[in-house]
């Protein structure tokens, strides 16, 4: 009865579909992934070892599922702006089979989402970062600290700027909130990085805090 009302759409091509996940089969063959890390610091792609040819010691991974754009992007907006939960599932299951060597390598202590601003997370109900590390977190069997930073100015959607304001409009963007907490070695979780300045910046952060962040994961990377 509830399919006749709601019929059950593809979240890529919004077509009817009746796979358990959310994503037709199409969509799926569709989507264009990625099989090695990139590091954010430089743009280089890591090859097995995540070791940075570049930067060394300060190789900062970004492990993202696929390339942000249809139908990956469209499943991605439906998620965050129209409440469609079921794909997450499947999209960070796919994610830890391609990378799950490469990350266990990292050995992180936990998993933080990436935070919103109260207001705005309060206005959409969810924060769809935290969802994907919850759903991450029995996979990678690490624990989710959601608590242990805080965003506390209001900056303006990084969407709408272009590189160096993004960098400048995250500045100042975060907080501790947890600051006698022991250092633990940190996996950052988001629904898509693109230049990396929210992440960056958030590392930057943690590590002032005695905090080592071992990487990101993403559901997409764009530019
Ligand atoms: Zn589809
Ligand atoms: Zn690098």
Same mark, same amino acid.
């Given at each position: 009865?509830?399919?006749?009302?709601?019929?059950?759409?593809?979240?890529?091509?919004?077509?009817?579909?009746?796979?358990?996940?959310?994503?037709?089969?199409?969509?799926?063959?569709?989507?264009?992934?990625?099989?090695?890390?990139?590091?954010?610091?430089?743009?280089?792609? *890591?090859?097995?070892?995540?070791?940075?040819?570049?930067?060394?010691?300060?190789?900062?991974?970004?492990?993202?599922?696929? /390339?942000?754009?249809?139908?990956?992007?469209?499943?991605?907006?439906?998620?965050?702006?129209?409440?469609?939960?079921?794909?997450?599932?499947? *999209?960070?299951?796919?994610?830890?089979?391609?990378?799950?060597?490469?990350?266990?390598?990292?050995?992180?202590?936990?998993?933080?989402?990436?935070?919103?601003?109260?207001?705005?997370?309060?206005?959409?109900?969810? /924060?769809?970062?935290?969802?994907?590390?919850?759903?991450?977190?029995?996979?990678?069997? *690490?624990?989710?600290?959601?608590? *242990?930073?805080?965003?506390?100015?209001?900056?303006?959607?990084?969407?709408?700027?272009?590189?160096?304001?993004?960098?400048? /409009?995250?500045?100042?963007?975060?907080?501790?909130?947890?600051?006698?907490?022991?250092?633990?070695?940190?996996?950052?979780?988001?629904?898509?990085?693109?230049?990396?300045?929210?992440?960056?910046?958030?590392?930057?952060?943690?590590?002032?805090?005695?905090?080592?962040?071992?990487?990101?994961?993403?559901?997409?990377?764009?530019?």
């Amino acid at each position: 009865m509830l399919d006749f009302v709601f019929p059950p759409l593809c979240a890529g091509c919004g077509k009817f579909d009746e796979s358990a996940e959310g994503i037709c089969e199409s969509c799926q063959k569709a989507i264009e992934t990625f099989s090695l890390p990139i590091c954010l610091s430089c743009e280089s792609v *890591l090859q097995e070892n995540v070791k940075c040819p570049i930067c060394a010691d300060k190789v900062f991974p970004l492990f993202a599922y696929g /390339n942000y754009q249809p139908p990956l992007q469209e499943i991605i907006i439906q998620f965050k702006f129209r409440d469609v939960l079921g794909p997450v599932k499947l *999209l960070t299951a796919n994610l830890v089979e391609t990378f799950a060597s490469k990350l266990q390598h990292l050995s992180a202590d936990c998993l933080v989402p990436v935070p919103l601003h109260p207001q705005r997370e309060h206005r959409r109900g969810y /924060n769809q970062a935290n969802i994907i590390a919850e759903t991450l977190s029995p996979l990678l069997e *690490l624990p989710v600290r959601a608590n *242990l930073i805080q965003r506390t100015g209001k900056r303006r959607p990084q969407a709408r700027l272009n590189f160096a304001s993004r960098a400048q /409009n995250v500045k100042g963007a975060f907080s501790i909130t947890q600051k006698q907490s022991e250092p633990e070695k940190i996996l950052l979780v988001d629904d898509v990085v693109t230049t990396g300045a929210t992440v960056t910046e958030l590392k930057k952060v943690l590590e002032k805090a005695r905090h080592k962040v071992v990487g990101v994961i993403a559901l997409a990377h764009g530019v």
